[in-house]
């Protein structure tokens, strides 16, 4: 979904648009359930919080163009972090952005 308000509206912030656009990502069942996973995956903690696409393909029963086009709007609004390293591309979670999208709202 795209967010068709204008930023030079006077009352709507920047911040309002960065809220709309992390609300906007969290509006399907499926981005929540990569997120709640990357959350939980090894308790957050050492080498094992990153996952690769291939390895969310493999949890979730959708196939790689889907979970890569959800993964896209993840990164798009900031949740997801990305590293490459040689063929693979290593997703982490932000949390520091999506505690403060908590304390926002």
């Known amino acids: 979904m795209r967010i068709r308000t204008d930023k030079s509206n006077d009352y709507i912030t920047q911040k309002d648009h960065q ?3 992390i609300a906007n990502a969290l509006a399907h069942p ?3 359930a ?3 996973y990357l959350s939980t995956k ?3 903690k ?4 990153v996952t690769c696409n291939k390895d ?3 949890m979730f029963t959708y196939s790689q163009s889907t979970i890569s ?3 896209k709007i993840l990164k798009e609004s900031g949740l997801f972090l990305t590293e490459n390293k040689d063929k693979f591309v290593f997703y982490t979670l932000n949390k520091e952005l999506l505690k403060e ?4 709202l």
């Open 34 to 36: 990569l997120i709640r």
């Open 19 to 21: 809220i709309a656009t």
């Open 56 to 58: 969310l393909v493999q």
């Open 46 to 49: 050492g080498i094992d919080n």
């Open 42 to 44: 090894n308790d957050g």
């Open 101 to 104: 999208f908590t304390t926002l």
């Open 69 to 71: 086009q959800h993964v």
């Open 30 to 32: 499926l981005r929540v």
